[in-house]
C-alpha cells in the first residue's frame, strides 16, 4: 500500500500569483478603454508609491530600535520592575524586538493594524508583555557565560513540532542557536499573549471613553454644556514614552545613582 509522507521540513512552495484579471467582459473593456478610464488610476499608484516609500523608513528604522533594544538589553532588564510597574514604559512598542512564524501558521503578528471606522488602529507587542514572555521557561536558555539567554526569533512546523530558534545573552552580548524545542509551545503562547496586548488596547479605549461620558455627564449637570459631545472629553494617555526616551532616563537614573 502506498503511504504518503508530508514533507514540511522545506519551505512551503509559492503558489503562482494570480494575474490583475478583473474578469470585465470585452464589450466593457472596449468600453472602458474608449472612455480613456483606467482601473487603476495614476493617483492610486502615487498612493501606493508613497505608502511602499514610507514602509520602506518604517523598516529600517526598527531595524535600528532591534539593535538599540538588544544593546541596551542588560540595562532594560536591570529595570524591569520599574518598567512593568509604569504604563509609561510598560507599553511601549517592542513588536520588532521578537521575530517568529512557521510553516502552514505564516508569520507570527506582533503588530496588528485595525480599520475602525475608518481610522486605523495598530496594536504591537508591548514591552512589558515581553519582559512577562521571558519569564517562561520556553523563552529562556542558559548561556555558556553563566549568564541567561533569551529567545528572540524562532522558526518550525506545527506539524512535526520541531523549531529552530536564536537567543540572545544580555550578559556576554551573544547570539546562539537552539534547537529542537517545542514549535508549539513558542507559537500559541506568544499568539494568545498578543491576543491579550489586544485585549488590553481595546478595555482601555472602553474605559476613555466611558469617563468622556461621566465628564460630559458632569458638565451637563453643572449646566456647563460649552462642548456638545462627549467627543471633546475623549482624550489619550497623557505621556507616551519611545524606546530611545526610556533607554536615556534609565541611564541618567544609573548614572545619578553613581
Ligand atoms: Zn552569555
Known sequence: MATIKIDDTKPFPNFVKEPENKRESALDFFKRQSNGLKLISDEMEQEKKEQDEIREIQKKSFERKRKLFYDNLDLILRHKDEILASPRYANIDV???????????GPLQTSRRFCIAGSIVTVNLRLATLLRIWETDQFRVDCSCGGTAL?????GS???GGSQATSYCPECKKETRVANRNFGK???FLQTRLS?????????????????EVEY???IAEGKTID???????????QYCNLETMIQELKLKEFEEG
Do not use: M
Open 186 to 188: 513558542y507559537f500559541w
Open 95 to 105: 513588536h520588532y524586538a521578537i521575530k517568529g512564524g512557521g510553516l502552514y501558521v
Open 196 to 212: 491579550e496586548d489586544v485585549e488590553t488596547v481595546a478595555k482601555d479605549f472602553i474605559g476613555k471613553w466611558a469617563l468622556a
Open 217 to 219: 455627564g458632569k458638565k
Open 158 to 160: 506545527p506539524l512535526s
Open 151 to 155: 529567545i528572540r526569533s524562532f522558526t
Open 228 to 238: 456638545p459631545k462627549p467627543g471633546a472629553e475623549f482624550h489619550g494617555d497623557e
